[in-house]
């Protein structure tokens, strides 16, 4: 086959692929490791999303594979050093919901501080409790973003437009960077020093055998007292146990999580509970515009690979280096 597709992705960009080269679709495939390693030895190139693990073995099982199109921007379920040893070509458009992600960071922060979540369930239920949600503004509030790249950027683009104060926390970034000048933000070289002066903290920092429960109890301390935890990058960045006893202990005055440590979770927990906490199920990158934009970038660059063509959105190299 030329492309297989291991998870339920739908798109008319797939559609038109379909018209050109042999597609498998098989949309559950992902959870049977054993069905997924013998799929894989018939093909040339394989389109997911974040629940396949594309692992070095898996790719082993494939002698004719020449790219993996990863919809979407996360790449902790792709080995790209395998990949890249392997002479295969990892696609990520890692533009393409920068803009989607950002808004649902500060969608969030107004609902935090708004409390709109509370006071919708209050109303539908009858009441006209005003006083009760009485919120916070975020003009002069201050956000710590944890993670300066394509997305944190833009979060603090636009939380600069709400009159807010902008902390960053990125061992990468450096003072003279232009993306601290443009949002006027303050650059904070420990991670508790940003969390110290934040009434909001928002992570943006990729899942790494580094940053993985960064967010932890000693980071959940040194936050100030009331502020509110944002988490819409992955959920291995936080420790969800030492984050539910902040929150249960009243030190943190909410959270809204998009990611979890597993997803979905697998049992419930406390945080289903808690009215001060919002959870919404890993949908960062789903509008309408970062769909298609994703959807059209993955698509249009495996028809390039798979046609002889280089990648543009590739994230190791541009064409199969095949043996």
């Not at 919809?71 to 890692?94: H, T």
Request: proline share 4%; charged share 20%.
């Amino acid at each position: 086959m030329d492309i297989l597709i291991t998870e339920d992705l739908q798109s008319t960009a797939i559609d038109r692929l379909e018209k050109k080269y042999k597609i498998v679709r098989d949309g559950s495939l992902w959870k049977d490791a054993a069905r997924l390693k013998t799929a894989m030895a018939g093909a040339r190139s394989i389109m997911i999303r974040n629940q396949t693990q594309v692992t070095a073995e898996l790719m082993g099982s494939a002698p004719n594979l020449i790219g993996i199109g990863r919809v979407g921007v996360g790449l902790d379920n792709i080995d790209v050093a395998a990949a890249s040893k392997l002479g295969v070509v990892v696609i990520a458009p890692l533009n393409a919901n920068a803009v989607s992600v950002a808004e649902l960071a500060l969608g969030f922060m107004l609902a935090l501080g708004r409390k709109i979540p509370q006071a919708d369930r209050s109303t539908k239920s009858g009441a006209w409790d005003r006083r009760g949600y009485t919120g916070i503004e975020l003009d002069g509030k201050t956000v710590a973003i944890c993670g300066l790249g394509r997305i944190g950027r833009l979060v603090a683009i636009r939380a600069r437009a709400f009159g807010m104060n902008v902390m960053v926390f990125d061992p990468f970034v450096k003072a003279d960077s232009p993306a601290l000048a443009e949002s006027s933000a303050t650059l904070c070289g420990k991670l508790e020093e940003a969390l110290a002066k934040a009434d909001f903290v928002s992570v943006h920092s990729p899942l790494t055998p580094e940053t993985r429960h960064l967010f932890n109890a000693h980071a959940f301390a040194a936050m100030k007292r009331g502020a509110c935890f944002i988490n819409t990058s992955r959920g291995g960045v936080m420790d969800e146990k030492a984050l539910l006893i902040a929150l249960q202990s009243g030190h943190l005055g909410g959270a809204a999580l998009d990611v979890r440590e597993t997803e979905p979770p697998a049992v419930k927990t406390a945080f289903e509970t808690m009215d001060n906490v919002i959870l919404t199920p890993h949908i960062g990158a789903f509008t309408v515009e970062s769909q298609a934009r994703t959807f059209e970038a993955v698509a249009s660059d495996l028809d390039h690979l798979l046609s002889g063509e280089p990648a543009l959105n590739f994230v190791n190299f541009e064409r199969p280096k095949k043996s």
